[in-house]
């Protein structure tokens, strides 16, 4: 059993144990939400798809950490023959769930 939930503005295909990183949550950590805006659930080959969400599925997860960062992004800038060099470094703060069960 699989769902496709809308979480913090992007889109994950989730499955019960599944542990993925999201945009930051508002949530501490141990910490239990629910997501509601599930737009597909398949049981086993019974899909049912929402316009936009589907009534009633719930998709409940655990917070394993709230402090979480991704892997750091390097931008580089130069404007050539002016000597002109910069490097900026920006590490995303990412919350790390549990998913627990789709209902």
Do not use: C, W
Not at 36 to 58: H, I, Q, S
């Amino acid at each position: 059993m699989y769902a496709i939930v809308d979480i913090a503005g992007q889109q994950f295909k989730v499955e019960a144990g599944n542990e993925i990183f999201v945009q930051r949550l508002a949530a501490a950590k141990d910490a239990s939400v629910e997501f509601d805006k599930v737009l597909l659930v398949d049981n086993e080959g019974a899909v049912k798809v929402g316009a936009p969400y589907v009534e009633g599925a719930v998709v409940k997860a655990t917070v394993l950490d709230d402090q979480a960062k991704a892997d750091k992004v390097l931008v580089f800038k130069k404007i050539r023959r002016k000597g002109f060099q910069k490097l900026n470094g920006h590490r995303q703060k990412l919350t790390k769930i549990r998913i627990d069960a789709i209902a």
